[in-house]
C-alpha cells in the first residue's frame, strides 16, 4: 500500500510550457484534491474530485484543468506555465467523499517556471 | 469554517510533553477541530481530530475546553522528528458539502535536543 504517490518531484518549466503533474492512490478513495503551497501561506485548493468522472473547482482554479477518468488517478495539467505558477503543488485523497474525513498527502512536486 | 489563532513558533525539550494552543472562538457547534502537522519538505499528515470530548491516539491527545473556543494538542514525548508546523483547523461536518481544509500558518514546533 503506497498511498498517495505524485510524480515528478521537481520539474523546471519555461513559461507557456504546458505538462502533466501525475497523482495516484491505492487506497480506492473516492476523494481526490490538488494544493499548492506558496511561501508563507497556506494551503490553497485548485481542484477536487469526489469520484470518476466528476470534477470541481476550489479556490484557485485558473490555469489549472483536471480530469478524473479512474478512481485511482487524479492528473493536474497547467495548460500554459506561467512564473506566478511556481509553488509547491501537494495531492491528497480521503475515503469521505466529502473530503472531511482524514486525508492523505502525497509528498508533493516543486515547481519552477522561468 | 472558524478562524483559528495559533501562536507562531513554540520550542520544547526532547523527551518532554509539548503543549500546542489553538483559540477558536467563533467556533460553531458543528465544527470539528482538526490538526494536521507538516514536516520540512514533506506533505501534511494528520495527527487528531475531535468535536468536544478529549480525544487520544498514538501521536497525540486532544484537548478541548468546556465552551470549545479553544483546544491543546498534547505529544506525551516529543523526540526530533515532531519538529514541524503545527495546523489548528477548524472544518464544518456537513454531509459532504465542505471540500477544502482551510491551512493557516500554523505553529512552528522545534524541538531541542
Known amino acids: 500500500n503506497a498511498g498517495v504517490t505524485q510524480t515528478p518531484k521537481f520539474q523546471v518549466l519555461k513559461t507557456g510550457q504546458s505538462m502533466t503533474l501525475q497523482c495516484a492512490q491505492d487506497?480506492?478513495?473516492?476523494?481526490m484534491s490538488w494544493y499548492r503551497q506558496d511561501p508563507g501561506m497556506g494551503l490553497r485548493l485548485i481542484h477536487y474530485s469526489v469520484g470518476a468522472g466528476i470534477t470541481d473547482q476550489g479556490e484557485v482554479p485558473n490555469g489549472y484543468n483536471v480530469s478524473r477518468s479512474t478512481t485511482e488517478d487524479f492528473p493536474l495539467r497547467l495548460l500554459s506555465a506561467a512564473p506566478s505558477q511556481t509553488s509547491v503543488y501537494f495531492c491528497a485523497s480521503s475515503r469521505d467523499r466529502g473530503g472531511q474525513e482524514t486525508q492523505y498527502f502525497g509528498p508533493g512536486t516543486r515547481l519552477l517556471v522561468l | 469554517d472558524a478562524k483559528t489563532t495559533q501562536p507562531p513558533s513554540m520550542d520544547c525539550a526532547e523527551g518532554r510533553a509539548a503543549n500546542l494552543p489553538c483559540n477558536h472562538s467563533t467556533i460553531s457547534g458543528n465544527e470539528y477541530v482538526y490538526w494536521y502537522r507538516q514536516i520540512h519538505s514533506q506533505g501534511p499528515q494528520y495527527i487528531i481530530h475531535g468535536l468536544k470530548n478529549n480525544e487520544t491516539n498514538e501521536m497525540a491527545s486532544l484537548i478541548i475546553t468546556e465552551d470549545r473556543k479553544s483546544s491543546t494538542l498534547i505529544l506525551p514525548h516529543a523526540t526530533l522528528r515532531d519538529t514541524a508546523v503545527y495546523y489548528c483547523i477548524a472544518l464544518k461536518y456537513s454531509g459532504g458539502s465542505n471540500y477544502k481544509l482551510t491551512f493557516g500558518k500554523g505553529t512552528l514546533l522545534t524541538v531541542n535536543p
Open positions: 487506497m480506492n478513495h473516492e476523494y
